[in-house]
């Protein structure tokens, strides 16, 4: 199911962001998410509130964000199905990485993308 929440996230928008340790065009929101279901934003802690915030100022600066979860072969805990929700909700573009990093980028299918 959350697989099916992430490609609906990903049609919202197109992708417009470069991959790798380049500067991306766009401002950008790195979102991780512990598998004990802490939120990280930017590598602060935040919560669910103070997250659709960042995305409302994300959004109006028509920026990008980068997901990463920690355990993402796990169903998660139940915070993922909102904070992915608060993202599709903010109809933003998404990298989805599977390194806290972000040195990664996975795609719709769930492989890797070449750089």
Same mark, same amino acid.
């Given at each position: #199911? +959350?697989?099916?929440?992430?490609?609906?996230? =990903? +049609?919202? $928008?197109? #992708?417009?962001?470069?991959?790798? /340790? %380049?500067?991306?065009?766009?401002?950008?929101?790195? !979102? $991780?998410? #512990?598998a004990?279901?802490? !939120?990280?934003?930017?590598?602060?802690? $935040?919560? @669910? %509130?103070? =997250? &659709?915030?960042?995305?409302?100022?994300?959004?109006?600066?028509?920026?990008?964000?980068?997901?990463?979860? %920690?355990a993402?072969?796990?169903?998660?805990?139940? @915070?993922?199905? /909102?904070?992915?929700?608060? !993202? $599709?909700?903010? &109809?933003?573009?998404? &990298?989805f990485?599977?390194r806290?990093?972000?040195?990664?980028? @996975?795609?719709?299918?769930?492989?890797? !993308?070449? /750089?």
């Amino acid at each position: #199911m +959350l697989r099916t929440i992430l490609a609906v996230t =990903l +049609l919202f $928008a197109p #992708m417009s962001v470069s991959f790798g /340790q %380049e500067k991306p065009a766009q401002p950008v929101l790195k !979102i $991780a998410v #512990m598998a004990d279901g802490r !939120i990280a934003v930017n590598g602060a802690p $935040a919560t @669910i %509130e103070s =997250l &659709r915030e960042s995305l409302k100022k994300l959004s109006q600066q028509k920026g990008v964000v980068w997901y990463y979860r %920690e355990a993402a072969d796990t169903a998660g805990p139940p @915070i993922v199905k /909102q904070v992915v929700q608060a !993202i $599709a909700d903010a &109809r933003l573009p998404v &990298r989805f990485s599977s390194r806290p990093d972000y040195s990664d980028a @996975i795609g719709r299918d769930g492989k890797p !993308i070449k /750089q």
